[in-house]
Each structure stands twice: as structure tokens, then as C-alpha cells.
């Protein structure tokens, strides 16, 4: 267990809908990432929060956003959805800012959907 | 941009061969170098890392050395169980701002009794 939750666990949902997948970092930890898992696309980078604020952007389409709370939690909003979005979804967390000696820890992922 | 090369297999294995799964990576400066296993059904969890040239990250049995002059860092265990099937991933962490890790494309490996 690395200590990092993310729910839900599986999203089924149509086309066009909009999702909320949420995550809590580990405690103590500054920085969330979003990655996206597909089996055509590999893991993919999305976007980095460190302390509240937008630290690094990655491959996120204009349809989906991010944010960090004060209570470092962190959700990633995902609208107009297309068949093409059905992936899984992974949350990590480091302990500063993604430097390059920061390491990450990654949440079991968000399993979506879209029928 | 930077960027990590593994074999992407899958590798098949029996029970007690010895493992080695390729990783090269490029990027400028002095990156960060991990290795990351995925089981069945489960997120990535941390297996071993090193953050300078020429330290041995080990973990489990499975052991990597950073390599800077062949920019390699390559995975190896002496003795692989039933347990080790898992996607392996190598991945990057640069020392540029803003940079994130960068993974490579995973390698499956199935041991077989």
C-alpha cells in the first residue's frame, strides 16, 4: 500500500458525459501527478500540482482539468467524453515539487469507462 | 526531449533463470533513474531507484546500476519466481524545471513454473 487513495475504483459512463476521479496523496506529500493509462498509448503524463498551484503540464486535452485543494487532495475533471477516453486513471504523489531526486508514489488507479 | 528505451517484450521465463530487461534513456543534465512493477489488476509501485551515476538501486533481489557512460540503467534478478510476472517499467526524473518522469513503454514478464 503506497499510502496514496483514489476513488473511485471503476467509472462506467457514456459518451459526452462528465466525470469527477478524485485522489489524496500521501501524508505529508506536496506534489499530486495524473497520468493516463491506455494499452495503445502507454502511460502518459497529464498534469503536476505541487502545493496548490500548476506545476508542469503534460499531454491533457482541453476537455479535461485539474486542481489541488488546500488539504493537498486533488481531482481530475474529465468532460465531453469520448470512447477514446476509456483508460485507466493514476494518481501519484511526491514529497516536494518533482525535482529530479523526488520520487513518486502512485494511487491503485481509477478504471473509466466510457460505453 | 528526454526520453527511456526499454525491451518491450513480453518475456517468458522459467522459474530460477536469470532476468535482465534492457533500459537506455537519453535526457540532459543529471536525471533521476527508477524502475517500477505493475501486477495484475494493481497501480505501479516503487522497485528500486538511483539517483546518481554509478549507484546500485536493489530491491527484492532485482538490482539496476546506473550507468552514465552507456546511459543504461538495466534490470536484473539472479533467480525469478512465479511472482515476478509483472509489466516492469524504467523510468526518469530530470533535473530541468518543470520536467517530469518519463516512463518507457513497459516490459511484461511471465514466469512459468
Known amino acids: 500500500d503506497s499510502g496514496v487513495t483514489q476513488t473511485p475504483k471503476h467509472l462506467i459512463t457514456a459518451t459526452g458525459q462528465r466525470v469527477t476521479l478524485r485522489c489524496s496523496p500521501r501524508s505529508g506529500d506536496l506534489s499530486v501527478y495524473w497520468y493516463q493509462q491506455s494499452l495503445d498509448q502507454g502511460l502518459q503524463f497529464l498534469i503536476q500540482?505541487?502545493?496548490?498551484?500548476?506545476?508542469a503540464k503534460g499531454n491533457i486535452l482541453e476537455r479535461f482539468s485539474a486542481q489541488q485543494f488546500p488539504d493537498l487532495h486533488s481531482e481530475l475533471n474529465l468532460s465531453s467524453l469520448e470512447l477514446g477516453d476509456s483508460a485507466l486513471y493514476f494518481c501519484?504523489?511526491?514529497?516536494?515539487?518533482?525535482?529530479?531526486?523526488?520520487?513518486?508514489?502512485f494511487g491503485p488507479g481509477t478504471r473509466l469507462t466510457v460505453l | 526531449g528526454d526520453s527511456v528505451t526499454q525491451m518491450e517484450g513480453p518475456v517468458t521465463l522459467s522459474e530460477e533463470a536469470f532476468l535482465t530487461i534492457n533500459c537506455t534513456y537519453t535526457a540532459t543534465g543529471y536525471p533521476s533513474l527508477f524502475w517500477y512493477v505493475q501486477y495484475p489488476g494493481e497501480g505501479l509501485q516503487l522497485l528500486l531507484k538511483?539517483?546518481?551515476?554509478?549507484d546500485k538501486g536493489s530491491n527484492k533481489g532485482f538490482e539496476a546500476t546506473y550507468r552514465k557512460e552507456t546511459t543504461s540503467f538495466h534490470l536484473e534478478k539472479g533467480s525469478v519466481q512465479v511472482s515476478d510476472s509483472a509489466v516492469y517499467f524504467c523510468?526518469?526524473?530530470?533535473?530541468?524545471?518543470?520536467?517530469?518522469?518519463?516512463f518507457g513503454p513497459g516490459t511484461r514478464l511471465s514466469v512459468l513454473p
Open positions: 501519484a504523489s511526491s514529497p516536494r515539487d518533482g525535482s529530479s531526486t523526488d520520487t513518486q508514489y
Open positions: 500540482y505541487y502545493n496548490g498551484e500548476e506545476r
Open positions: 538511483a539517483t546518481k551515476a554509478d
Open positions: 523510468a526518469l526524473s530530470g533535473d530541468n524545471y518543470g520536467q517530469n518522469f518519463v
